[in-house]
Structures are given as structure tokens and as C-alpha cells.
């Protein structure tokens, strides 16, 4: 760390994009944003050239991803996390939530612990911001890629166990139709962490119940969730009509252009506003890895024509995208503005977890995570909390 000027640079807030601006970082914080020419180099400031063609963007906030570079969170091992993050670094993801899926509760603690141990110190790439648990507590007919062997309903010494992670725990998907789900979100949601619905077949009465009881967000929309079904002849709207519909209820979506064609993405968006929207990537370990095959969970899964399947093809299996696809996709694909794009990388997960008072915006005292991207978005460099973790754009720098 030190300090740096990105002078010459296509600077997104991510609200708007400012044209042939400077941003100097400061040790591990964002310092003076200006215009050309407003920011002065000086000695022992070392200079990054935009050329007035590069972009400089939030780092990009990854809240569902369960691996990467050949590493799963599931192994339980700081080894494992650290190859994550540097991994998800090359694609521009500067902080996520290490995804735990259902398993054995005893490989879910090991894991947790795994997380409450590296804690926020330093990865060599994306930082930790804590877990998402996806499981064990999930409807069987929408379990997707979860192992059925491990489903469960919570119980009062489960909720306990998971109290005392609270400190390692950022956010939790269950079903909350399940029997002990409402009283368990409810005190996960008073501990300080996001609850949301996911892998569930809940109908509208249901999902109103669960917003009563603290659950505020909606997990990977239109995968392994309910939609309008009948109930003695009369039509009930599902998990889905109810993520759209309730304003109280964010959504994420994965936006890796395989789990979900450009309409629905489209429709999402229009319904929900862009500011009730995040992209995930629910990447396994396989992102950042040749095809083939590979595990979740413990389920054999193969990777083919750029997307993650269950060994016998009846279900997709995560992805094996970063976030630099994503926001491709939602360019080239959905049609957004590119600093929509962007805002929904980067500022409305950051907002989605509480943590927009210091990530996901381009501003004086915000924390230093930033992503430069070329004309194609591609990504060039990536910086968390002020330190270069992945440099492809300086002659002869070392690819971290």
C-alpha cells in the first residue's frame, strides 16, 4: 500500500460515470476524487495511466459464490478460502460470501470455522466478509443441486450451533415453510445477519409470514423456488410472484447468461426497480477451471458449454462465472447501461449486507476496493483495500 493516483480514468460512482477523472487512494482508503488536472502528482506517489479509456469501477461484491480455482468452501480450510479469493480477484470480485451448501452439519461448523478464522485479514485477493450458509433447511422438491441425503428442518439446538458463528455468519437461505423455520430466521435476523428465502415452495401466505419474522431477501431467483400453483382449484402465488411483488424483498439473480435468459432477467428488473437487484454468480469450484468433472456437496457435477450440471443433466449445478461476465451479460445480453451494470455488482450488494457506508462507491473515505476494466470489460487490475492483488496492465507486473 502506499499511495496511488489513477489519473485519466472513465470513473464509475456507480450512479454515473465521470469522464477523464482521478481517484487517489491512500493506504487502504479512497482519499480525493477530481477532475483532470485537480489532483497534483506528487513524490513518492506512484501513477496508474487511464489514458482516458480505462474504467475504474467498485469492486465487485460477490454475496452467492461457493468456490473457485479449483477450491470449494465446503473443504473447511483457510487454503481453500485463499484460493477462492484470489481466484474471483482476476474477475474483479474485491470482497464475497463464501458459500457453504448442504452437508453434514459437522463439515458446515468446520467450514464456519474456517471463515471465523481467516476473518477479515488479508487473502492475497477478494477479502472475507463472511458466510453464506445455503442449507441444510431447504424444501426437498426444490432442492436443485443440494444433497437430499442432508436436508433437515431446524431445530433449537441447530439455531443455538449457528448463534454461536454468529460472528463468521453474513447471510442464510432456508425454506420457511419448514417447521421451526420462522422462530430460526427470526433470531438469525436479530443476531445481525440477512435471512432469505431460498430452495423453498413456500406460497404468498407463507413468504408474508416469513418477512414478519425478519427475512428481507430472495435467493437466485427463478432457480429451485415456487411458482402459481392450486391449492383445492384456486391459483396461489409461489416464492416468485412474491419475490416480485413485495417491495420488502430483495432479489439476486444469476446473471452468468446460462441460469437465465435475457427476458426473464429483463422482467425481473422492471418489476423489482434496479435498486432491489443484485447479480451473484453461485460459482463452484470449477470458475477459473477447464471443463470436466468435479463435486459439490458431495454430488458429482460436470462442467460443459460454460455452465455447471448434475452429473445425469437434470439440474444446473452453480456456475463457473466471475463477475466480469456478469457485468457483460447484463450489458451485452439484458441490455443495461454499463453503470447499471455496475451498480448492480457492486453498490447494491454493498447495500444489501448494511456494508454501503464503506463499499461498493467510488468516494472520499470509502475503502479502497476498485477494478480497472478495458473497452471490452475486461478485467485489467484489481485493488482491495488498497493493495494491487491482480495486475494485467502494468508492463512486467506479476499476475497474483
Known sequence: MGIILFQKFRVFTPFRILEN?????????????????????????????????????????????????????????????????????????TA????????????????????????????????????????????????????????????????????????????????PELPGALEFGRKMREAGIMVAIGHSDATYDEVLSAIENGFSHVTHIYS????????NLYRVAGVIESALLRDELTVEM??????????????????????????????????????????????????????????????????????DLLVRTLVHLVGLPLEEAVQLVSFNPAKFLGLDHRQGVIAPGKDADLVVLDSNLEVKMTMVQGEIVYDNLREGAVKK
Open 21 to 93: 477523472h482521478s481517484v487517489l487512494v491512500k493506504e487502504n482508503k479512497i482519499e480525493v476524487i477530481g477532475e483532470k488536472g485537480a489532483i497534483k502528482a506528487e513524490k513518492d506517489m506512484e501513477i496508474i495511466d487511464g489514458k482516458d479509456l480505462l474504467y475504474l469501477s467498485p469492486g465487485f461484491i460477490d454475496i452467492h459464490v461457493h468456490g473457485g480455482g479449483g477450491a470449494d468452501c465446503l473443504e473447511g480450510t483457510r487454503e481453500a478460502l485463499e484460493v477462492m479469493a484470489r481466484s474471483h480477484a482476476r474477475g474483479g470480485t
Open 96 to 175: 464475497f460470501c463464501p458459500t457453504i451448501t448442504t452437508a453434514p452439519l459437522e463439515r458446515i461448523f468446520r467450514s464456519l470455522d474456517a471463515i471465523r478464522e481467516i476473518g477479515s485479514s488479508p487473502t492475497g485477493g477478494a477479502r472475507i466478509l463472511g458466510a453464506h450458509v445455503e442449507g441444510p433447511y431447504f424444501s426437498k422438491s426444490q432442492r436443485g443441486a443440494q444433497n437430499p441425503d442432508f436436508l433437515r428442518v431446524p431445530s433449537r439446538e441447530d439455531l443455538e450451533k449457528f448463534l454461536s458463528y454468529q460472528e463468521a455468519i453474513k447471510r442464510i437461505s432456508l425454506a
Open 224 to 231: 429451485a423456488m415456487s411458482g402459481v400453483q392450486r391449492i
Open 254 to 323: 444469476i446473471a452468468d447468461g446460462k441460469h437465465l435468459p435475457s427476458h426473464l432477467m429483463q422482467f425481473v428488473l422492471k418489476n423489482k426497480g434496479l435498486g432491489q437487484v443484485c447479480a451473484v454468480t453461485d460459482a463452484m469450484e470449477a470458475a477459473g477451471m477447464p471443463e470436466g468433472e468435479y463435486k459439490i456437496g458431495g454430488l458429482e457435477v460436470i462442467v460443459e458449454e460454460g455452465v455447471a450440471k448434475l452429473k445425469d443433466r437434470s439440474a444446473f449445478a452453480g456456475s463457473v462465472a466471475t463477475m
